[in-house]
């Protein structure tokens, strides 16, 4: 399994920006497919944007699709979530995840996770 790192996360107001960095420890994005994740209080977690290991293919859950964009720095060892247009029903907490998939928005496809962390819009 892989080590990953999320940051970024903290409050916002509703309209504005954020962008989430997860870090992982060697190779982990040039050879992970990667993805983000969250789970809202209550509900179940559910997918927000992948990217495959080459880079070649993006996807997007359907309630952040022209808000929200993945992208990926090698040489850092890095994912970002780049968080455009926030909306309350936004808030989360956020999971950076590294796998293997046939799909990007498959949540079992994924063998790790990181902690977390917190997105808090107001309205």
């Known amino acids: 399994q892989e080590q990953l790192v999320e940051s970024g996360g903290g409050f916002a107001q509703a309209g504005s920006s954020l962008r989430l960095t997860c870090a992982g420890t060697?190779?982990?994005?040039?050879?992970?497919?990667m993805a983000w994740f969250r789970q809202a209080p209550g509900k179940e977690r559910e997918f927000v944007a992948g990217i495959d290991w080459t880079a070649g293919k993006k996807d997007y859950g359907d309630s952040v699709k022209g808000r929200f964009t993945i992208s990926r720095d090698g040489a850092k060892d890095s994912v970002y979530l780049q968080m455009d247009h926030l909306r309350p029903e936004d808030t989360a907490v956020y999971y950076c995840a590294a796998g293997w998939t046939e799909s990007l928005e498959v949540e079992s496809s994924y063998n790790s996770w990181g902690q977390g962390t917190q997105v808090t819009v107001s309205s």
């Open positions: 060697g190779r982990t994005v040039l050879s992970h497919d």
